[in-house]
C-alpha cells in the first residue's frame, strides 16, 4: 500500500505524459482552428436573450433570417481581449454594412449587461450561453472567436482571437473575401 | 567566422556534458575520488563554453549580423541597443542558448561554491545536472541550431515584436529562467539523494540556498512579466490565467512548499520523501512549462513559434527526466521515512497544511491547464478554460492558507500552545474583522469574498508584524542588538509573509473595485471616474526612433483642483506593421488612473478617438509585495546558515536564549 502510494506521482506523470504524446501527434495543431463547420449551415442553436438586456435571443433559425453578411462573435466580460476588440466590431457593425450578432459566453447575465452598458450595445441580437452549449456547438476554443456567416447562412470563416492591430487587417481581408 | 566559433563551442559542450555525466557518476559508486573530482572540471568546462556561444550569439545581434537568420528573424539594424541585446533570448533558439546557459551556470556554482558538500553526493548531483545539459544541448544543435546561416543575407532584419520592446519584457525571461532553471540543481540533488539513498538534515541545509535563490528570481520573474502585462498590454489586467502564465505559477507554488518543508527535513529531521518529491516536481513542472511553451501543446497569447518535431523531441526528454525520477522516487523512497514525531498542534503540522494547500493549489491550476487538452482527447471538442474556474477553484483554497500563515510562526516545534498563540493573535483578529467592516461600509457591498479577502490580508500582515516584534521583543531595551543577533533568515520570512499579505490586499482590491470606462472621444470630451475628471485635451504625433506616435494629453483633475496630466500613446512600428498602446498611470498607494488611447476610428465613425480610462484601486500593492518576497528571500539567502562554505557556527551559540528558532 506505500508503494503504491509513493508510485502515484509516477502513475499521473505518466497519464498526463499519455495525453501530451496524443496531443502531439496526428498533425493536430491548435493554433490553427480548422472548423468542420467551414462551408457548412450553422449548427443548430436556441439560446434565450440575457436577462437584462434589450436584445432578442439567438437561434439558428433567426441568423438564417437575416440578409446580407452576419457576423457571430463570442464574448464574455471577464475576458481581457473582448474588451479589446469591442470598439472594432462596434465600427464593423455601424460601417460595413454587416449584421453584428452576439453569443455571450460562460458568463453571468448580470455581469453581461454591466459590460454591454458600460462599453454599448453593437449586437442585433444576442443569446446567453451559461452553460457554453453553443460554444460546443460552434466548436469554439474560447474566447474571443468570431464567425463569418454569408448571405445564405453558410459559416465562411473562423477567426480566433481579438479582432485587433494586425487581427483586423487579417479579419478585413477574410471579410473581403466573402463578400466576393 | 564568430557565430560558427559559437557553434563548436557549443558542441565542445556537449561533449564536455556527456563525460560529466558518465565519469563522476561511475567514481561516486567505485569510490574513485579522481573521477568524482572530474566533475568540477567539466562543470566549469561546460559554463565557459556554453557562455563563449551565449556571447558570440549575442554579438551577432549587437551587431546586426544579418547572415545569422537568428538574428534577421528576430532583430533589424533601427532597433536601439537595449533591444538588440534583449532579441538575443527573445526567440526560441536564442531562448534555449540561455536556458542551457543559466544551466551549466547552476552546475558550475555548485562545482565551485559547494565545498562542504561530501564529494560522492557533488558528484553525482553535478552528474545529475550533466544529464539534463546533455537533453537540452542536443536539443539545441539537432533541431533549434542559433547559429544557422542565411545565403544571400538580407538588408536588414524583420525586427522583434514592437509589443515585446520594454524594458521590463527585456529583463522578465532572464530572471524567469534562472528561477525555473534554478531549480534543476534542486532536482539533481534530490536524485543524487535518491541514487545514494541517504537524506539528512544535513542535505536539506546544502539544497535550501539553492532553492531560495531559484525562488527568488522566479518571484521577480513573475511579478516583472506580470507588470509587463498590466501597463504595456493596455488591458488593465496583471494576471490573466493563460496557460503560459500558469506554468511560471505551477513551479512558484510547488518551489514555496519546497521551501517550508526543507525547513522540516532541516530541523527535524522529517518529511524527508516529501521534500524530496516536492524537489522533483518542482522542476518537473519548470520542464513542463518550457515543454507547453515550445511545443505548441495548448494555445496562448504568449507562445514561441511552435513546431511539433521540436515538441516530439522536448517530451522525449520530459518522459525521460521525470518519468526516471518519479520511478526511482518509487523505488527508493518508501525506505527514507523517520525522524521526529509532531503532535498535531506543532510547527510541524502548520508547514505540513501549508505544504498539502500549496500543492492541491497547485494540481487545481495543473488541472485547469491541462484540461483542454484531456477533454479535447477524449471527446474531441475544443474548449478553454477561463479565469471563472481558476477563481473558483484557486481562491478557496488561498483562504485556509493565509489563516494558517497567520499562526504557524508563533508555534514551537513538536508540539505548541494552540490557546495561548490564539490569545496573542486577539490583535491581529480585531485588525481583520475591523477592516472587514470598514471596507464594507465604505464600498456599500462589494462582493463579500473580497470583503473578506480584504480582512484576511490585514490578519497576515497584523500577524506577521506581531510575531517579528515579540521575537525581538521590540519595545523592551535592546530591541536593536536582538534583531541584529537574530538570524537574517527569520527576519526574511517576516518580510516575505507581509509581501503575501500585501499580494493579497494589492490583488482584491485591483480586481474587486476596479473601475473601467471606454469612451469614443474627441479633444475637448470630458471623462468621469472614480472622482476623478479628465478632459481630453489634445492629441499630436510624434517620432520616436522605430516608430510614429500619436499621443493624447488628458488633464485630470478632482474636485476641480487639478491633479495631474497623463500622456497616453498609440505606437505603429512601420518595419513590423504594428501598433502597441503605451498607457498612461498616475500611481498612487491609493490606486492607479490609468488611461490609454486606442488608433483612431476610420471615417464616419461618432468620434476620432477612443479612450480607455480605469481606476485599480491598490494595484501598487501587487508590485511592493512582489518586492516584500524578494528582498526576504534576498535577505535568508544572506543568512550566515545558508551561506554556502560559510563555517557553521555551533547550535547553543546561534540560536539566542529566548529566541523561537524561526523561518
Same mark, same amino acid.
Given at each position: 500500500?506505500?508503494?503504491?502510494?509513493?508510485?502515484l506521482?509516477?502513475v499521473?506523470?505518466?497519464?498526463?505524459?499519455?495525453?501530451?504524446?496524443?496531443?502531439?501527434?496526428?498533425?493536430?495543431?491548435?493554433?490553427?482552428? $480548422?472548423?468542420?463547420?467551414?462551408?457548412?449551415?450553422?449548427?443548430?442553436? !436556441?439560446l434565450?436573450?440575457?436577462e437584462?438586456?434589450?436584445?432578442?435571443?439567438?437561434?439558428?433559425?433567426?441568423?438564417?433570417?437575416?440578409?446580407?453578411?452576419?457576423?457571430?462573435?463570442?464574448?464574455?466580460?471577464?475576458?481581457?481581449?473582448c474588451?479589446a476588440?469591442? $470598439?472594432?466590431?462596434?465600427?464593423?457593425?455601424?460601417?460595413?454594412?454587416?449584421?453584428?450578432?452576439?453569443i455571450?459566453?460562460?458568463?453571468?447575465?448580470?455581469?453581461a449587461?454591466?459590460?454591454?452598458?458600460?462599453?454599448?450595445? $453593437?449586437?442585433v441580437?444576442?443569446?446567453?450561453?451559461?452553460?457554453?452549449?453553443?460554444?460546443?456547438?460552434?466548436?469554439?476554443?474560447?474566447?474571443?472567436?468570431?464567425?463569418?456567416?454569408?448571405?445564405?447562412?453558410?459559416?465562411?470563416h473562423r477567426?480566433?482571437?481579438?479582432?485587433?492591430?494586425?487581427?483586423?487587417?487579417?479579419?478585413?481581408?477574410a471579410?473581403?473575401?466573402?463578400?466576393? | 567566422m564568430?557565430?560558427?566559433?559559437g557553434?563548436f563551442?557549443?558542441?565542445?559542450?556537449?561533449?564536455?556534458?556527456?563525460?560529466?555525466?558518465?565519469?563522476?557518476?561511475?567514481?561516486?559508486?567505485?569510490?574513485?575520488a579522481?573521477?568524482?573530482?572530474?566533475?568540477?572540471?567539466?562543470?566549469?568546462?561546460?559554463?565557459?563554453?556554453?557562455?563563449?556561444?551565449?556571447?558570440?550569439?549575442?554579438?551577432?545581434?549587437v551587431?546586426?549580423?544579418?547572415?545569422?537568420?537568428?538574428?534577421?528573424?528576430?532583430?533589424?539594424s533601427?532597433?536601439?541597443?537595449?533591444?538588440?541585446?534583449?532579441?538575443?533570448?527573445?526567440?526560441?533558439?536564442?531562448?534555449?542558448?540561455?536556458?542551457?546557459?543559466?544551466?551549466?551556470?547552476?552546475?558550475?556554482?555548485?562545482a565551485?561554491?559547494?565545498?562542504?558538500?561530501?564529494?560522492?553526493?557533488?558528484?553525482?548531483?553535478?552528474?545529475?545536472q550533466?544529464?539534463?545539459?546533455?537533453?537540452?544541448?542536443?536539443?539545441?544543435?539537432?533541431?533549434?541550431n542559433?547559429?544557422?546561416?542565411?545565403?544571400?543575407?538580407?538588408?536588414?532584419?524583420?525586427?522583434?515584436?514592437?509589443?515585446?520592446?520594454?524594458?521590463?519584457?527585456?529583463?522578465?525571461?532572464?530572471?524567469?529562467?534562472?528561477?525555473?532553471v534554478?531549480?534543476?540543481?534542486?532536482?539533481?540533488?534530490?536524485?543524487?539523494?535518491?541514487?545514494?539513498?541517504?537524506?539528512?538534515?544535513?542535505?536539506?541545509?546544502?539544497?535550501?540556498?539553492?532553492?531560495?535563490a531559484a525562488w527568488?528570481?522566479?518571484t521577480?520573474?513573475?511579478?516583472?512579466?506580470?507588470w509587463?502585462?498590466?501597463?504595456?498590454?493596455?488591458?488593465?489586467?496583471?494576471?490573466?490565467?493563460?496557460?503560459?502564465?500558469?506554468?511560471?505559477?505551477? $513551479?512558484?507554488?510547488?518551489?514555496?512548499?519546497?521551501?517550508?518543508s526543507?525547513?522540516?527535513t532541516?530541523?527535524?529531521?522529517?518529511?524527508?520523501?516529501?521534500?524530496?518529491?516536492?524537489?522533483?516536481?518542482?522542476?518537473?513542472?519548470?520542464?513542463?512549462?518550457?515543454?507547453?511553451?515550445?511545443?505548441?501543446?495548448?494555445?496562448s497569447?504568449?507562445?514561441?513559434?511552435?513546431?511539433?518535431e521540436?515538441?516530439?523531441?522536448?517530451?522525449?526528454?520530459?518522459?525521460?527526466?521525470?518519468g526516471?525520477?518519479?520511478?526511482?522516487?518509487?523505488?527508493?523512497?518508501?525506505?527514507?521515512?523517520?525522524?521526529?514525531?509532531?503532535?498535531p498542534?506543532?510547527?510541524?503540522?502548520g508547514?505540513?497544511?501549508?505544504?498539502?494547500?500549496?500543492?492541491t493549489?497547485?494540481a487545481?491550476?495543473?488541472?485547469?491547464?491541462?484540461?483542454?487538452?484531456?477533454?479535447?482527447?477524449i471527446?474531441g !471538442?475544443?474548449?478553454?478554460v477561463?479565469?471563472?474556474f481558476?477563481?473558483?477553484?484557486?481562491?478557496?483554497?488561498?483562504?485556509p492558507?493565509?489563516? @494558517?500563515?497567520? @499562526?504557524?510562526?508563533?508555534?514551537?516545534?513538536?508540539?505548541?500552545?494552540?490557546?495561548?498563540v490564539?490569545?496573542?493573535?486577539?490583535?491581529?483578529?480585531?485588525?481583520?474583522?475591523?477592516?472587514?467592516?470598514?471596507?464594507?461600509?465604505?464600498?456599500?457591498?462589494?462582493?463579500?469574498?473580497?470583503?473578506?479577502?480584504?480582512?484576511?490580508?490585514?490578519?497576515?500582515l497584523?500577524?506577521?508584524?506581531?510575531?517579528?516584534?515579540r521575537?525581538?521583543?521590540?519595545?523592551?531595551?535592546?530591541?536593536?542588538?536582538?534583531?541584529?543577533?537574530?538570524?537574517?533568515?527569520?527576519?526574511?520570512?517576516?518580510?516575505?509573509?507581509?509581501?503575501?499579505?500585501?499580494l493579497?490586499?494589492?490583488?482584491?482590491?485591483?480586481?474587486?473595485?476596479?473601475?473601467?470606462?471606454v469612451?469614443?472621444?474627441?479633444?475637448?470630451a470630458?471623462?468621469?471616474?472614480?472622482?476623478?475628471?479628465?478632459?481630453?485635451?489634445?492629441?499630436?504625433?510624434?517620432?520616436?526612433?522605430?516608430?510614429?506616435?500619436?499621443?493624447?494629453?488628458?488633464s485630470?483633475?478632482?474636485?476641480?483642483?487639478?491633479?495631474?496630466?497623463?500622456?497616453?500613446?498609440?505606437?505603429?512600428?512601420?518595419?513590423?506593421?504594428?501598433t502597441?498602446?503605451?498607457?498612461?498611470?498616475r500611481?498612487?498607494?491609493?490606486?492607479?488612473?490609468?488611461?490609454?488611447?486606442?488608433?483612431?476610428?476610420?471615417?464616419?465613425?461618432?468620434? !476620432?478617438?477612443?479612450?480607455?480610462?480605469?481606476?485599480?484601486?491598490? @494595484?501598487n500593492?501587487?508590485?511592493?509585495?512582489?518586492?516584500?518576497?524578494?528582498?526576504g528571500?534576498?535577505?535568508?539567502?544572506?543568512?550566515?546558515?545558508?551561506?554556502?562554505?560559510?563555517?557553521?557556527?555551533?547550535?547553543?551559540?546561534?540560536?539566542?536564549i529566548?529566541?523561537?528558532?524561526?523561518?
Amino acid at each position: 500500500m506505500k508503494r503504491l502510494l509513493f508510485a502515484l506521482p509516477l502513475v499521473v506523470a505518466m497519464i498526463i505524459g499519455g495525453f501530451a504524446i496524443w496531443g502531439l501527434s496526428g498533425g493536430r495543431d491548435p493554433s490553427s482552428l $480548422p472548423s468542420e463547420f467551414i462551408s457548412k449551415p450553422v449548427p443548430q442553436i !436556441d439560446l434565450a436573450a440575457i436577462e437584462g438586456v434589450e436584445r432578442p435571443g439567438l437561434s439558428t433559425a433567426d441568423i438564417n433570417d437575416m440578409d446580407g453578411i452576419k457576423l457571430l462573435n463570442f464574448f464574455a466580460s471577464w475576458c481581457g481581449p473582448c474588451r479589446a476588440e469591442h $470598439p472594432n466590431l462596434t465600427r464593423l457593425g455601424q460601417e460595413e454594412g454587416v449584421t453584428l450578432i452576439g453569443i455571450n459566453y460562460k458568463d453571468k447575465p448580470e455581469a453581461a449587461a454591466k459590460w454591454l452598458e458600460e462599453l454599448g450595445n $453593437p449586437y442585433v441580437a444576442l443569446g446567453s450561453d451559461y452553460s457554453g452549449r453553443g460554444g460546443i456547438e460552434l466548436g469554439i476554443s474560447g474566447v474571443p472567436e468570431t464567425f463569418i456567416i454569408d448571405a445564405d447562412g453558410i459559416i465562411r470563416h473562423r477567426f480566433a482571437g481579438p479582432v485587433v492591430g494586425d487581427g483586423l487587417r487579417r479579419f478585413l481581408e477574410a471579410l473581403d473575401e466573402v463578400r466576393q | 567566422m564568430i557565430p560558427e566559433l559559437g557553434q563548436f563551442a557549443l558542441s565542445l559542450a556537449l561533449i564536455a556534458a556527456v563525460v560529466q555525466s558518465v565519469l563522476p557518476m561511475l567514481g561516486a559508486a567505485r569510490g574513485n575520488a579522481l573521477w568524482m573530482q572530474s566533475a568540477q572540471a567539466s562543470a566549469l568546462a561546460q559554463f565557459v563554453l556554453i557562455a563563449f556561444a551565449f556571447g558570440a550569439l549575442m554579438r551577432s545581434y549587437v551587431v546586426s549580423d544579418f547572415t545569422v537568420e537568428n538574428v534577421v528573424n528576430n532583430s533589424h539594424s533601427l532597433k536601439p541597443m537595449l533591444y538588440k541585446i534583449a532579441g538575443t533570448w527573445g526567440n526560441h533558439e536564442g531562448s534555449l542558448l540561455l536556458w542551457v546557459f543559466i544551466l551549466a551556470g547552476f552546475g558550475a556554482a555548485v562545482a565551485f561554491y559547494g565545498r562542504n558538500i561530501p564529494m560522492a553526493l557533488k558528484a553525482r548531483t553535478l552528474s545529475v545536472q550533466a544529464w539534463i545539459s546533455v537533453g537540452f544541448i542536443s536539443f539545441m544543435l539537432f533541431t533549434s541550431n542559433p547559429f544557422t546561416r542565411v545565403f544571400p543575407p538580407p538588408l536588414d532584419g524583420n525586427d522583434l515584436n514592437p509589443l515585446l520592446q520594454d524594458v521590463g519584457l527585456a529583463i522578465h525571461p532572464p530572471l524567469l529562467y534562472v528561477g525555473y532553471v534554478g531549480f534543476s540543481i534542486v532536482f539533481s540533488f534530490a536524485v543524487a539523494a535518491l541514487i545514494e539513498g541517504r537524506v539528512d538534515p544535513a542535505w536539506a541545509r546544502w539544497v535550501r540556498p539553492w532553492t531560495l535563490a531559484a525562488w527568488t528570481s522566479l518571484t521577480a520573474g513573475i511579478g516583472l512579466g506580470s507588470w509587463w502585462a498590466y501597463y504595456e498590454l493596455g488591458w488593465g489586467g496583471w494576471w490573466f490565467w493563460d496557460p503560459v502564465e500558469n506554468v511560471s505559477f505551477m $513551479p512558484w507554488l510547488v518551489g514555496t512548499a519546497l521551501l517550508h518543508s526543507a525547513i522540516v527535513t532541516e530541523k527535524r529531521d522529517t518529511f524527508k520523501s516529501w521534500t524530496i518529491l516536492l524537489a522533483i516536481l518542482t522542476f518537473s513542472l519548470s520542464l513542463l512549462g518550457t515543454f507547453i511553451v515550445r511545443s505548441g501543446l495548448l494555445t496562448s497569447v504568449h507562445a514561441f513559434a511552435v513546431d511539433p518535431e521540436r515538441g516530439i523531441y522536448i517530451l522525449g526528454l520530459l518522459i525521460l527526466s521525470i518519468g526516471g525520477s518519479l520511478a526511482l522516487f518509487a523505488w527508493r523512497a518508501p525506505s527514507m521515512e523517520g525522524g521526529g514525531l509532531f503532535a498535531p498542534v506543532s510547527r510541524e503540522a502548520g508547514l505540513l497544511i501549508n505544504n498539502l494547500l500549496l500543492t492541491t493549489a497547485t494540481a487545481t491550476v495543473l488541472f485547469g491547464t491541462l484540461y483542454p487538452l484531456f477533454l479535447e482527447a477524449i471527446t474531441g !471538442d475544443k474548449i478553454s478554460v477561463g479565469p471563472p474556474f481558476f477563481n473558483a477553484g484557486f481562491i478557496p483554497i488561498m483562504m485556509p492558507l493565509l489563516l @494558517v500563515m497567520g @499562526v504557524g510562526p508563533f508555534m514551537s516545534w513538536k508540539r505548541a500552545d494552540l490557546q495561548g498563540v490564539l490569545s496573542r493573535l486577539k490583535v491581529a483578529l480585531a485588525a481583520a474583522v475591523v477592516t472587514s467592516l470598514i471596507v464594507w461600509y465604505v464600498t456599500t457591498g462589494g462582493p463579500v469574498l473580497a470583503i473578506i479577502m480584504m480582512g484576511i490580508g490585514v490578519w497576515v500582515l497584523v500577524a506577521s508584524v506581531q510575531e517579528w516584534g515579540r521575537r525581538v521583543k521590540l519595545f523592551q531595551d535592546g530591541a536593536w542588538a536582538r534583531i541584529r543577533r537574530q538570524p537574517r533568515a527569520s527576519h526574511g520570512m517576516t518580510l516575505a509573509h507581509i509581501g503575501v499579505a500585501l499580494l493579497v490586499l494589492g490583488a482584491t482590491g485591483s480586481s474587486a473595485w476596479k473601475e473601467d470606462l471606454v469612451a469614443f472621444a474627441d479633444p475637448g470630451a470630458k471623462i468621469d471616474i472614480a472622482g476623478f475628471e479628465l478632459t481630453f485635451e489634445s492629441v499630436e504625433r510624434q517620432r520616436g526612433p522605430n516608430y510614429i506616435a500619436d499621443v493624447a494629453t488628458l488633464s485630470v483633475t478632482r474636485d476641480g483642483e487639478f491633479v495631474t496630466t497623463l500622456y497616453p500613446e498609440r505606437r505603429f512600428y512601420p518595419t513590423a506593421g504594428s501598433t502597441t498602446t503605451e498607457s498612461s498611470i498616475r500611481q498612487t498607494l491609493a490606486g492607479d488612473l490609468y488611461a490609454s488611447i486606442a488608433e483612431p476610428a476610420a471615417e464616419g465613425a461618432k468620434s !476620432d478617438w477612443l479612450l480607455r480610462v480605469l481606476y485599480e484601486p491598490l @494595484v501598487n500593492f501587487l508590485w511592493i509585495g512582489t518586492m516584500f518576497l524578494v528582498l526576504g528571500g534576498s535577505l535568508s539567502l544572506t543568512d550566515r546558515r545558508l551561506r554556502v562554505g560559510a563555517p557553521r557556527k555551533s547550535k547553543s551559540k546561534a540560536a539566542p536564549i529566548g529566541a523561537t528558532p524561526a523561518e
